[in-house]
């Protein structure tokens, strides 16, 4: 009897318009437990509106967003412990160290100190960062204070991670490096992602499950990603065109 | 695991800071020190008394006039201190709540705009104890000071550091404690070396009108017996008082905002 697989993220024709823009059109998509799943998509593509609307800082115009059960806009404080954010910059607070940025989100959970300094040295040491605990970020490079937004991410052991262009600011050898390092720890951990990017690279080699969204419209593509098919470079490459293809078209309209 | 890789080091700016310190200072107060010396040579002493007048007449104060230091000083901290509670206050209140945000604004705008004198004339009127006077000259004089500084502050704090602490959903005094206050102490210490030298200026106007004890009644006094000398050596223990006052600024912002990376322009 296999055990029932079960969704963390659910979007069900969701639509999101600002004044007459329409951003997203009945938009469906779900993540289940466990999975990583990039969204991918050019710039204007929606992927910040969706992430938004999952975060619950945005409210969609019409249709039903669920995060771990609950609506994360009107059950706001619900999603509390359960959600972590690592954006596209870093945004440490600079007056707050390494293992002190790290802790930050364990202590407004309400985590006693003690606990939560543990808690963040044990994820700065999985990142890589250990000796680097009581740097400011300003004496950190830009690897390492990335490293220090995904350690305060993971630290509160939330049931899902969601990845804004993490790595999309960051050289291309350090944002491999980094890249690798969070797909390892999210699996070794079991942890739900969804991770936004418009670098298709990115989305191939770290995640199981790939949508592409169309701008102003839906999905235009959604594809799974095993081993097999990552260790295959032409097929990894057939799928590259596939996808650039679909990104590169115009809205729903157009095509 | 693996070593961490190396830390990027923080320009080095320690070089111009240095410069900005004692030396500086110590070639002006020389530089002041000669051109009264010269100036003496030539007007009477009741007008320009030598530096070494001016500094027998400093010491004498010091020896048996020092209480009068230590109330206006007293004064002055208890006064600045208050006025740094109420405007962090107001400045918070403005920056987080939207709908008070104008009518506080007014208030302070409106307090900005009433001259100093008012205030000390107005006091003299509405309280019989000086303490009180001086107190109230300088809260009402100091306070917007603070609040519109704490409100520019909380009004510049990035939209990406709150998106970054709103992912954790928490309470609004978690965001407070977590993220303004700390935000606005850059703001509070650079009020308070802004506003230092002018409070000071405040207090020993405040004392000659509104007072018999602090420096500024003893100046007065010192006016009314033609004491030229004793009036440059308060004027001497003031300025001292203020760049001992700004020195600990400077100590308590080193310590206070280790956490900053200093740039420098070449």
């Not at chain 1, 055990?3 to 998509?29: C, N, P, Q, Y």
């Not at chain 2, 405040?206 to 500024?216: K, N, P, T």
């Not at chain 2, 006016?223 to 001292?240: A, C, E, N, P």
Request: glycine share 6%; proline share 5%.
């Amino acid at each position: 009897m296999s055990a029932a697989v079960e969704t963390v993220i659910s979007l069900r024709d969701v639509s999101k318009s600002f004044g007459s823009l329409l951003v997203a059109d009945k938009l469906t998509m779900r993540v289940d437990r466990g999975e990583i799943v990039a969204l991918l998509g050019q710039t204007g593509a929606g992927k910040s509106t969706v992430m938004n609307m999952i975060m619950g800082t945005l409210q969609p115009t019409s249709g039903e967003v669920r995060v771990a059960g609950h609506d994360p806009y009107q059950e706001f404080e619900k999603l509390r412990g359960k959600l972590a954010v690592s954006f596209q910059t870093d945004r440490l607070l600079p007056w707050r160290t390494a293992v002190e940025n790290t802790e930050l989100g364990l202590l407004i959970l309400g985590v006693s100190a003690a606990e939560a300094r543990q808690r963040a040295l044990t994820w700065l040491n999985r990142v890589r960062l250990a000796g680097a605990e009581d740097k400011y970020p300003h004496e950190l490079s830009g690897g390492m204070r990335q490293r220090v937004s995904l350690a305060r991410a993971l630290c509160v052991d939330p049931e899902l991670i969601l990845l804004d262009e993490s790595f999309s600011q960051l050289d291309h050898v350090t944002s491999k490096t980094l890249r690798e390092d969070f797909a390892q720890v999210a699996r070794q951990y079991n942890k739900t992602c969804l991770f936004v990017t418009h670098r298709i690279e990115d989305a191939l080699e770290m995640s199981d499950r790939v949508i592409v969204l169309r701008p102003g419209a839906g999905i235009a593509l959604e594809r799974s990603i095993d081993a097999a098919l990552r260790a295959d470079p032409v097929r990894l490459q057939e799928l590259h065109t596939i996808i650039a293809d679909r990104m590169s078209v115009g809205p729903a309209s157009d095509t | 695991m693996s070593a961490v890789p190396k830390p990027v080091s923080s320009p080095a700016a320690a070089e111009p800071i240095r410069r900005e310190g004692l030396i500086p200072v110590l070639v002006v107060v020389v530089g002041l020190v000669v051109a009264v010396q010269i100036a003496s040579f030539y007007l009477p002493p009741f007008v320009m008394p030598s530096p070494l007048t001016i500094l027998k007449a400093t010491i004498e104060i010091l020896q048996t006039d020092y209480v009068h230091i230590g109330v206006t000083a007293l004064r002055l901290l208890v006064a600045i201190l208050f006025a740094m509670a109420l405007g962090v206050l107001l400045g918070i209140v403005m920056g987080i709540f939207p709908r008070i945000r104008p009518y506080i604004r007014a208030l302070v705008i409106i307090d900005t705009g009433i001259p100093a004198l008012s205030w000390m004339l107005l006091a003299i009127f509405w309280f019989g104890e000086p303490e009180v006077r001086i107190f109230f000259i300088l809260s009402v004089i100091l306070v917007p000071f603070y609040a519109l500084s704490i409100f520019d502050g909380i009004r510049s704090l990035p939209r990406d550091w709150v998106d970054m602490i709103e992912s954790f959903r928490p309470r609004r005094w978690q965001v407070l404690r977590y993220l303004i206050l700390p935000h606005i102490v850059p703001y509070v210490l650079t009020t308070t070396k802004s506003v230092i030298g002018y409070a000071v200026r405040m207090v020993i106007f405040s004392e000659l009108i509104a007072s018999a004890v602090g420096i500024g009644s003893r100046m007065s006094l010192a006016q009314s017996m033609f004491r030229i000398d004793s009036v440059l050596g308060w004027t001497v223990i003031l300025i001292v008082l203020n760049l001992m006052l700004q020195a600990a600024l400077t100590a308590l912002e080193k310590h206070l905002l280790k956490w900053r990376a200093e740039a420098s322009v070449r």
